[in-house]
Nanobody, 123 residues
């Protein structure tokens, strides 16, 4: 079993910054992609940023140039640096990890989610 624990959310003024952290723990050999998704009230959950095990990144158009995703494989952690925050960034942010299941035979990838951390951007 794998657990993802997030931290770093909070209330910030427009133009401010926050840094989200997520650490994975439990039984696994490695982690493939990790990412951050967000869900605002009344909207579908959407991808904000992802990062591969090799460091390749992908961002939603709405956050490009403002958010930076990174990871520390030694710590099984992923981070999201959020700068120039806007009110429309207000959402619950969820950490995500794609982790190969232990065992022999065909590879099975499992998806894990953190509990979510609230980010509120308001003056």
């Amino acid at each position: 079993q794998v657990q993802l624990v997030e931290s770093g959310g909070g209330l910030v003024q427009p133009g401010g910054s926050l840094r989200l952290s997520c650490a994975a723990s439990g039984s696994f050999f490695s982690i493939n992609a990790m990412g951050w998704y967000r869900q605002a009230p009344g909207k579908e959950r959407e991808l904000a940023a992802t990062i591969t095990s090799g460091g390749g990144t992908n961002y939603a158009d709405s956050v490009k140039g403002r958010f930076t995703i990174s990871r520390d494989n030694a710590k099984n952690a992923v981070y999201l640096q959020m700068n120039s925050l806007k009110p429309e960034d207000t959402a619950i942010y969820y950490c995500h990890a794609e982790i190969p299941e232990k065992g022999w035979g065909p590879q099975v990838l499992k998806h894990y989610w953190g509990q979510g951390t609230q980010v509120t951007v308001s003056s």
